[in-house]
């Protein structure tokens, strides 16, 4: 089993900073893209950021410059720093990844966390 675990959610004001963090846990014989979704109340689920594995990462147009992905292989967690929030980066931010069990080597098999709920209000 696999799973991923979010964290770092939270309330925010407008102009404030929040980092979330993406822990993979189970029996993991390789992860290839992890990424930060998120989706906000009646909207589609949209990317965020994608970080291959080589370490590019790639970024929505409406948070470049303000959120800056990072990854610890060793680790196997994902980080999301994000600054200057707005009001319309409020949403539940889910972390997803490509990953390969020893269950099924050669199979990349897609996984999602629970989600965490970012709040930006004055």
């Known amino acids: 089993q696999v799973q991923l675990v979010e964290s770092g959610g939270g309330f925010v004001q407008p102009g404030g900073s929040l980092r979330l963090s993406c822990a993979a846990s189970?029996?993991?014989?390789?992860?290839?893209?992890m990424a930060w979704y998120r989706q906000a109340p009646g909207k589609e689920r949209e990317l965020v950021a994608g970080?291959?594995?080589?370490?590019?990462?790639n970024y929505a147009d409406s948070v470049k410059g303000r959120f800056a992905a990072s990854r610890d292989n060793a680790k196997r967690t994902l980080y999301l720093q994000m600054n200057n929030l707005k009001p319309e980066d409020a949403a539940v931010y889910y972390c997803?990844?490509?990953?390969?069990?020893?269950?099924?080597?050669?199979?990349?098999?897609?996984?999602w966390g629970q989600g965490t709920q970012v709040t930006v209000s004055s």
């Open positions: 189970g029996s993991i014989l390789s992860t290839d893209v």
């Open positions: 997803n990844a490509r990953i390969m069990t020893m269950q099924s080597p050669r199979v990349w098999s897609n996984y």
């Open positions: 970080s291959m594995s080589s370490g590019i990462t």
